[in-house]
């Protein structure tokens, strides 16, 4: 992996970083395929209780991708099937990650970096936090698997909003089209979003990854089955669980194992 996406780790958080800082961490497509085989790798390893995306700097999350690639990755529907299709499984990564994703947002979250700031379970921005996609002042359409997250997250109307109007706009509005999930003021967003990142590993990771598996479920019509309701209680088989509620009883912190 080269330097384009660098992961760190700090105890049971890992930190991934879109490392492109003289480009505003604009996006290649090494850099998409670095950054969903960094997700896999992380996403199997159960030392890991939560991940923390963003960008290098305090400038910029990303602004999407790196428009001078077209002349040589995206010149005709032929290549950009082939890139649509790295950009996807990246994204297929993000959203099948089993430890829950916090979004540090510094600057321009914009196109493909809104995108991937979608995918994520917490999005923490700045203030001067800057969104959109607009994407058609370059004639391009966005994917059905790159609209999936706005859409999830904004509703069809508002995800249509952006597209349509191709508009730059505020942290405030953001947080009401639901793209983020807490605004704090620019100097705080890394430690807000670490102390989200901290709550989060602190708690039983069995717990988190049932709790995210569920929500990606229920966002499915189909009718629950006898096994997947049933899958709700084993929580009570876990050694965690147990740890849980004696240290409650005990007025403690508990030490959760994920077993």
């Known amino acids: 992996m080269s330097d384009l996406i660098k992961v760190g780790r700090d105890g049971s958080i890992a930190t991934v970083v879109l490392n492109r800082p003289a480009k505003l961490n604009a996006l290649t497509k090494p850099m ?3 950054l969903g085989a960094a997700v896999n ?12 995306l963003r960008g290098a700097g305090e400038k910029s999350f990303s602004p999407g991708n790196d428009i001078a690639e077209f ?3 995206r010149a005709n529907k032929e290549q950009a099937i082939a890139y649509g299709h790295v950009m996807h499984a990246t994204a297929t990564a993000l959203s099948n990650c089993r430890h829950p994703l916090v979004a540090q947002i510094h600057g321009i979250c914009v196109g493909g970096g809104l ?3 979608s995918l994520c379970d917490i999005r923490i921005c700045g203030a001067s936090s800057r969104f959109g996609a ?11 698997p790159e609209m999936a997250p706005l859409v999830r997250l904004a509703g069809p109307d508002a995800a249509l909003e952006i597209l349509l109007e191709g508009r730059i706009f505020d942290a405030a509005e953001a947080l009401a089209k639901r793209l983020v999930t807490r605004v704090v003021p620019d100097d705080q967003v890394a430690a807000e979003a670490r102390a989200s990142a901290q709550r989060i590993a602190d708690g039983a990771p069995l717990v988190a990854r049932w709790h995210k598996k569920f929500a990606r479920r ?3 019509a189909r009718p629950l089955t006898g096994a997947e309701y049933d899958e709700c209680f084993d929580c009570f088989d876990t050694e965690d669980f147990r740890i849980g509620y004696s240290a409650f009883l005990a007025k403690e912190k508990p030490g959760f194992l994920g077993k």
């Open 71 to 73: 002349q040589t990755e």
């Open 32 to 34: 998409w395929q670095e």
């Open 134 to 144: 607009p994407i058609k002042n370059l004639g391009l359409v966005m994917a059905y």
């Open 115 to 117: 995108e991937i700031a």
């Open 41 to 52: 790798a992380l996403s199997e390893d159960d030392e890991v209780r939560c991940i923390i």
């Open 218 to 220: 229920l966002a499915d």
